[in-house]
């Protein structure tokens, strides 16, 4: 019994009729895939109609959206997007001519930079040398007390105590310990902070990327 083989059908979704059909008819044996577990069992193919029906509608539906979405587009963005194209063919020449003065000028500056970045390198990897900040600092505390022992012995002889007397000397003996106190301070802060320059001095020169600061500054530039 020769079987009809379809290789094209057009089916109505609505009520399932078939409008088209094309095959030829084939005799010869044939392999059938039967459903169930044993080999006798036949299966049977139904058509929902009604589904089919719903799924054409939505169908339509969605092709109405789609549709509506378009004339959208080519009422109200269409011709924005054609005006600003328009709009920035006719800016690059000029932000092209522009871009290269920029590079002109980043050129021309190069070797300043170049020379102010191995200043400051030099600078920062140099430091300061801080036995001199310890001296400056011993000699202006060494300066505000030159005349404080003088001051004392007349403040003294005004109220009429004796240089010579124990308490006198106790009083000379205060002062020169708490002038060995501050000079000590001061040599130990300028020590200190000579220091803390030096290192801050240091973090500076390894963190700084001169190439890196040239192209920030082109960047700053063409924005």
């Known amino acids: 019994m020769g079987r009809m083989i379809y290789s094209r059908i057009l089916l109505d979704m609505r009520t399932g009729e078939v409008l088209e059909a094309e095959g030829e ?3 010869g044996p044939v392999a059938e895939c ?12 139904t058509v929902d109609y009604a ?3 719903r799924m054409a509608t939505l169908s339509e539906e ?11 587009w080519t009422t109200h ?9 328009k709009a920035n063919m006719e800016m690059l020449p000029l932000e092209t001519d522009l871009y290269k003065q920029q590079l002109q000028a980043a050129t021309s500056l190069l070797p300043q930079q ?6 400051f390198l030099s600078s920062a990897t140099s430091g300061v040398d801080v036995n001199e900040r310890m001296a400056l600092a011993t000699a202006d505390a060494a300066g505000a007390w030159k005349d404080v022992q003088g001051q004392t012995v007349r403040a003294n002889a005004r109220m009429g105590v004796n240089p010579n007397s124990g308490r006198f000397q106790g009083v000379a003996a205060a002062l020169d310990t708490q002038k060995a106190a501050q000079l000590a301070g001061a040599r130990t802060q300028a020590r200190v902070g000579a220091e803390q320059e030096n290192f801050e001095r240091l973090k500076a020169a390894a963190s ?5 600061g040239i192209l920030q500054n082109m960047g ?3 924005s």
């Open 220 to 222: 700053a530039m063409s």
């Open 34 to 45: 039967m459903g169930g577990s044993g080999g006798g069992s036949s299966t049977t193919n």
């Open 208 to 212: 700084f990327n001169g190439v890196g």
């Open 114 to 119: 170049t020379q102010a970045a191995q200043k």
């Open 62 to 72: 969605q092709q109405a959206w789609a549709r509506d979405y378009y004339d959208m």
């Open 25 to 27: 008819l084939y005799e």
């Open 77 to 85: 963005f269409k011709p924005y997007e054609i005006a600003q194209t």
């Open 51 to 53: 589904y089919n029906d």
